[in-house]
């Protein structure tokens, strides 16, 4: 089965997998489908933090783009994730050890995480040979990020046990994407605010908006839904964060008038986001592709295979990315140069076709 094959049915699964995440209140097993028992972890500390640096720049040739089967025009996986809880209470509520477990197949199959804003800008600068993924994480929960006595980041918290991927595998690049609402990480104090985004914006991650309350876009009027983002934005600029380059629809829910996703103002703020997330339920493609739309962008909810999720979450995806490798984008470790096997020459957006290498 072609992503293209199931790009028709991702509107279906997009609605179903949220829905049925949203609803399963029933209390879980301890452990996940696909969890595994807790293992010795170094943690991170001040002293030895992985830092989201970029590769030295290569040029890469016909020769080398080939030799690595390079293919920037492949599909590239947006992870979703929600709460990472020791005990599960909805089905789209991680474990620490399942994420630290995903994290780390990620890592071992060569992929380097990107934020989400440099997807959409198509800056994609990555290791020859080696994959991005996009790591988001939804609704600021503060499982998410928190800050321990020393300010470091707690022990289970998602950014942790991102560094401890890192220190683990040090090509995993320690960057995310956070997509917060009105109490970023469930904080209400606007300092405590400020000091977790400047933390996060100051190690390499992304805080952007995902609206002031978590509003399904889809039933509020064309001015509500500007209000919810403008009201997010400016919470955003009061604390530090810069402004959003991306975009999260809560639920993957899209307003009636889709414009206002991306562009509008309310009360004399305006706004513009260059890329609009999804809540579901494949790769996306590249942005180098002509069909790359930049305002409905499909995301891969991290979960095992049970239910909906046997044919649209992590699982799932990321062994189909691994039976599929001409699919996937591999880099050519040149940010200056789009490198794609000739029989995909004529999908490449106009914008980036002076930037070919083709094989
Ligand atoms: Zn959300």
Redesign the pocket.
């Known amino acids: 089965m072609t992503v293209r094959n199931v790009a028709r049915v991702t509107a279906i699964a997009n609605v179903v997998v949220v829905s049925v995440g949203l609803v399963a209140l029933a209390l879980l097993p301890k452990t996940g489908d696909d969890g595994r028992a807790s293992r010795t972890v170094v943690h991170p500390s001040k002293q030895a933090l992985p830092a989201a640096t970029k590769p030295a720049p290569v040029t890469a040739t016909v020769e080398s783009a080939r030799k690595i089967k390079a293919n920037e025009l492949g599909v590239v996986p947006v992870i979703m994730y929600h709460r990472i809880l020791a005990h599960r209470i909805s089905s789209l509520d991680r474990t620490p050890e399942q994420l630290r477990t995903e994290l780390e197949r990620l890592a071992r199959d060569h992929y380097v995480p990107i934020t989400a804003a440099e997807f959409v800008r198509g800056d994609i600068d990555i290791p020859a040979g080696t994959h991005p993924v996009v790591l988001t994480f ?2 600021g929960w503060p499982s998410h990020f928190a800050a321990d006595s020393q300010g470091m980041p707690r022990n289970d918290t998602a950014v942790s046990i991102i560094y401890q991927v890192a220190m683990k595998y040090p090509s995993f690049r320690p960057v995310a994407t956070f ?1 917060v609402n009105h109490h970023p990480f469930g904080l209400k104090d606007e300092a405590d605010q400020t000091r977790a985004v400047k933390w996060l914006i100051d190690h390499g991650f992304e805080v952007a908006n ?1 609206t002031w309350t ?1 509003a399904d876009l889809h039933v509020l009027k064309t001015k509500q839904v500007k209000e919810q983002i403008v009201r997010e934005g400016r919470l955003l600029k009061r604390i530090g964060a810069p402004e959003s380059e991306t975009f ?1 629809l ?2 993957g829910s899209e307003p009636k008038k889709l414009s206002v996703a991306h562009d509008g103002s309310w009360d004399g703020t305006s706004y513009h986001f260059d890329g609009v997330f999804l809540a579901g339920a494949e790769p996306s493609v590249s942005p180098y592709a002509k069909t790359f739309k930049r305002y409905a962008i499909p995301r891969i909810q991290s979960n095992g295979t049970k239910g909906e999720c046997k044919r649209w979450c992590s699982t799932y995806w990321l062994g189909w990315l691994d039976k599929h490798p001409a699919e996937r984008y591999t880099a050519d470790g040149d940010p200056n140069h789009v490198s794609l096997p000739k029989a995909l020459q004529g999908n490449i957006t106009p914008k980036r076709a002076k930037m070919v290498i083709a094989y």
């Open positions: 939804d609704d997509w995902h978590h999260a809560p639920y």
